[in-house]
């Protein structure tokens, strides 16, 4: 595995200096070479033109959050990160790297997932190249392999958990829906584990659509509509079921009234249908009484 080495080249500035002084000091021998035609100079005013044309070649600029990958006829000499304006052999090849933070958003994905349901699935990732030489040599094209890797542990995530927690679980289960840290947590993991190769830090990475495949979409909006249903009733049979324990309480406290259990089972039955109704309760006034 090549490991990114950090090299200092020259400074271009100093260097640049230099061979402008000596590309003019060429081009004004030339001049005096012709002039005075003496060939021996023209010759030597000919060659430093070269030369410093040659020598140029070698400067190069290097931005903040940026590398510079040297390489002499396919061998890896060092990676250059200081800014600014440097000068190194002109036969080196100078690959340029970002350093930048960078971010992509997956396609949505349609994965199956721990309970065999179709849905659909999309994830953020946000990454930066921490070494430059991984980066261009392990792997063919690093910016193409951390998408492609990270739709492949968005996948993978999918499967290994059901969309949303049975009803019968508990609290503990972990669902794609119900359980967000721990399945961003998990997602940031699998993509760093299957991007270290190359060189690349996943910084963040989180679920941006989450959903059932339009297919049994409506089936399991059905069911969840159901769950909550089931739940608002039970919270107002508990409610109602309190209440009239409370009015009998009342009703007997002192003596006020004395029903048998006849009369209070007609009055909780009466009492729970008025309280769990959906609807608004019809009254009904007795203007006899039953020995």
Not at 211 to 227: C, T
Request: glycine content about 6%; overall charge negative; hydrophobic content about 45%.
């Amino acid at each position: 595995m090549i490991r990114e080495r950090l090299i200092e080249p020259r400074s271009g500035l100093l260097m640049l200096c230099v061979l402008l002084l000596t590309l003019i000091g060429s081009v004004v021998g030339i001049i005096r070479g012709a002039a005075t035609e003496t060939g021996l100079l023209v010759l030597c005013g000919l060659a430093g033109v070269v030369l410093s044309i040659f020598f140029l070649c070698g400067l190069f600029m290097v931005n903040p959050n940026e590398a510079r990958v040297l390489q002499l006829f396919g061998s890896y000499v060092g990676s250059v990160r200081e800014p600014g304006l440097r000068w190194a052999n002109p036969f080196f090849s100078k690959r340029r790297v970002s350093l930048r933070v960078r971010n992509f958003e997956s396609g949505t994905l349609k994965v199956n997932d721990a309970d065999g349901n179709p849905i659909e699935i999309a994830a953020v990732v946000v990454w930066k190249v921490t070494d430059s030489a991984e980066a261009l040599f392990e792997v063919d094209d690093y910016e193409h392999y951390v998408r492609v890797q990270s739709e492949a542990a968005v996948r993978t995530l999918a499967q290994r958990w059901p969309y949303d927690a049975h009803d019968d679980a508990g609290e503990e289960q972990v669902s794609l829906r119900g359980s967000a840290e721990q399945v961003t947590s998990q997602l940031k993991t699998q993509i760093q584990d299957r991007l270290d190769k190359a060189g690349v830090e996943v910084l963040e990475a989180r679920l941006s659509h989450l959903a059932y495949a339009p297919e049994i979409a409506g089936a399991m909006l059905q069911r969840q509509q159901a769950n909550a249903v089931v739940a608002a009733r039970t919270k107002i049979v508990e409610g109602a079921v309190g209440m009239v324990d409370l009015a009998l309480e009342k009703l007997e406290d002192n003596d006020r009234v004395n029903m048998d259990e006849r009369r209070k089972a007609d009055m909780v039955a009466n009492l729970l249908v008025v309280l769990c109704s959906d609807r608004g309760a019809q009254p009904v006034v007795s203007t006899s009484s039953s020995e």
